[in-house]
């Protein structure tokens, strides 16, 4: 597709619940960010990967929070047990090799219930 | 915390240029500046960056002061379709020469009004 995919847009889960939450970069593109918005905020950084490699997940709230990008293009981001502070819009982004801007996706809504 | 300060709000009127001030006083000599926007409801979306040398593509352009301790986003026509909170950010390189972490802060929120 011309742009980064995210789906679901929208995810209502019960509190402990576990999420999944996909991006689909744009082909080719090398790195992928995750972020995530709480409302009325700028994007925080979560984690960075390069093709299939993970190199830094330092804004990984805890370790309820996991992505991967096992063959370097789709990425997953899993959320084990969901607590209410959860409960924000997690932002996909995805990039060439070198230095130009980022495409970010629309957003996945998350709220915890 | 972001590295840089912008105002809170600005207004423009439709058609007027948009002048978008940054202070990013802590640079650093390897940091880049580079401007995002969120219009609402939608993930952020690229403008333009730059080094040291004034920048200019077919959204906006980017005037840096000599010291680079400031910026300035300048959309020449706004319209209303660029009312959104405009993000100004200083990021180094990362480790394959792309784009670093950004470390987004609250923005600028333009509305262009009619």
């Known amino acids: 597709g011309a742009g980064v995919s995210q789906s679901p847009r929208y995810k209502v889960a019960k509190r402990g619940q576990d999420v999944a939450l996909r991006c689909d970069p744009i082909?080719?593109?090398?790195?992928l960010f995750w972020y995530q918005q709480a409302l009325g905020q700028g994007p925080e950084f979560l984690t960075y990967?390069?093709?299939?490699?993970?190199?830094?997940k330092s804004g990984l709230p805890s370790d309820r929070f996991f992505a991967e990008r096992p063959e370097g293009s789709v990425s997953t981001l899993k959320i084990q047990r969901t607590q209410q502070e959860d409960s924000a819009v997690y932002l996909c982004?995805?990039?060439?090799?070198?230095?130009?801007?980022?495409?970010f996706g629309s957003g996945t809504r998350l709220t915890v219930v | 915390d972001a590295k840089t300060t912008q105002p809170t709000s600005m207004d423009c009127a439709e058609g007027r240029a948009a002048n978008l001030p940054c202070n990013h006083s802590?640079?650093?000599?390897?940091?880049?500046v580079y401007w995002y926007r969120q219009i609402h409801s939608q993930g952020p979306q690229y403008i333009i960056h730059?080094?040291?040398n004034n920048e200019t593509n077919e959204m906006a352009s980017l005037i840096i002061t000599e010291d680079r301790k400031s910026s300035t986003l300048i959309l020449p026509h706004a319209t209303l379709r660029d009312t959104a909170v405009y993000y100004c950010?200083?990021?180094?390189?990362?480790?394959?020469?792309?784009?670093?972490?950004?470390?987004f802060g609250k923005g600028t929120k333009l509305s262009v009004k009619p």
């Open positions: 802590t640079i650093s000599g390897n940091e880049y």
């Open positions: 730059g080094l040291k």
């Open positions: 082909s080719g593109h090398v790195s």
């Open positions: 990967f390069q093709n299939e490699a993970q190199l830094d």
């Open positions: 982004a995805s990039s060439l090799a070198g230095n130009y801007g980022y495409t």
């Open positions: 950010i200083v990021s180094t390189l990362n480790y394959g020469g792309s784009q670093g972490n950004l470390i």
